[in-house]
């Protein structure tokens, strides 16, 4: 006679693990989806602050090249929210419409420098500047 053999129910294999770009890591990608955050704050306002915060969440933790761009970006945000303010002061003076067009234009130039130079590896030369 045969033996009768205890089959335990065989579970499958876990699925094999998928390489895909960590978006919330410090890194290129990541700095990307800041620039164009900002971007996209000129229709939906609130994504400004979602890419300031993923800047600051990251700032300290990737290479130093990279290091220059998250600068780049939160002082970009912080001066834009200061230049905006000026604006809507001085919109009464009729000045303001001016410089918040003004400010639109120096936010979108400081945003794509960023893209370009984080696409071609570069780094931010003056980081802290006020300026483009």
């Known amino acids: 006679m045969t033996e009768p053999t205890s089959q335990m129910p065989q579970t499958p294999p876990p699925p094999p693990t998928r390489r895909t770009d960590n978006w919330m890591d410090p890194g290129k990608l990541n700095v990307q989806i800041i620039y164009v955050l ?58 303001g419409v001016i410089l918040a067009i003004a400010t639109a234009v120096w936010v979108i130039v400081r945003c794509v420098i960023g893209l370009q130079r984080v696409s071609n590896d570069q780094p931010i030369e003056k980081p802290e500047s006020w300026l483009i």
């Open 38 to 95: 900002y971007l996209a704050s000129f229709v939906i306002g609130i994504t400004a602050v979602v890419g300031v915060v993923f800047a600051y969440l990251n700032r300290g933790k990737s290479e130093p090249w990279l290091e220059t761009h998250y600068t780049w970006a939160i002082r970009t945000f912080w001066i834009g929210i200061l230049y905006v303010a000026i604006s809507v002061v001085l919109t009464l003076a009729l000045v």
